[in-house]
């Protein structure tokens, strides 16, 4: 069955430091990967996806994710964590032949304390 | 652009009551999907229109179900509610095909009692 892990249901980090949130995925084929981000009360806000190309892709509020094939992971990365980047974060994967939908990750509760 | 509307944002229904829920994809996006919130579950699939034609269905029971207009704005209708049924109901639309990133509503919040 295709899955996408999230290991993490917390992770905690201090204003300015760098962050990860970590993503495995088990699929057949080639997949495309994304990552989402949810604040309170809201629906979710894409941040940035890999299709092909460079492992290393960049998305929206100075978030980047680096695509590890032989790890089958997708990490969400950040140089320094800004407070407001407080949130929930989803991976989520599509597959080929599958159109639009969306396989997501549990989540991970992203917690930035000044 | 307008973003991706939800209609309405809150609902209480009891439960063997039907609900109908409404989303307007962004100007242009012919594919629209819905998907279920819940604590427990997290994030599921419920199914995919494109161009009025159901293309994916999740693991849902026949008492959800869908459809989409020509101008591409879709409805869920789920009948005989169930406590279990209480949740957020995202609706997303994406641009393209497949595989590309999709728009999210803010969501109808649905509590069945």
């Given at each position: ?38 604040y309170p009360n ?73 | ?72 704005r879709s409805e ?9 049924d209480s949740a ?26």
């Amino acid at each position: 069955a295709q899955s996408v892990a999230q290991p993490e249901d917390q992770v905690n980090v201090a204003e300015g430091n760098p962050l990860t949130v970590k993503c495995t995925y088990s699929v057949s084929g080639n997949p495309y990967l994304f990552w989402y981000v949810q604040y309170p009360n809201r629906g979710l806000q894409f941040l940035l996806k890999y299709i092909t190309g460079d492992n290393l892709v960049k998305g929206s509020y100075g978030f980047e994710a680096e695509f590890n094939k032989s790890q089958t992971s997708f990490h969400l990365k950040k140089p320094s964590a800004l407070v407001s980047d407080s949130a929930l974060y989803f991976c989520a994967v599509t597959l080929v032949g599958g159109y639009n939908k969306l396989i997501f990750g549990a989540g991970t509760r992203l917690a930035v304390h000044p | 652009k307008a973003g991706v509307t939800q209609t309405p944002r809150y609902l209480i229904k009891t439960r063997g009551q039907q609900v109908t829920l409404s989303c307007s994809p962004i100007s242009g996006h012919r594919s629209v999907s819905w998907y279920q919130q819940t604590p427990g579950q997290g994030l599921q699939f419920l199914f995919e229109y494109f161009s009025e034609t159901q293309r994916n269905k999740g693991n849902f029971p026949g008492r959800f179900s869908g459809r989409q207009f020509s101008n591409s704005r879709s409805e869920m209708n789920v009948s005989t509610l169930e406590l279990g049924d209480s949740a957020l109901y995202l609706c997303a639309s994406s641009p393209r095909e497949g595989n590309t990133e999709a728009f999210f509503g803010q969501g109808t919040r649905l509590t069945v009692v």
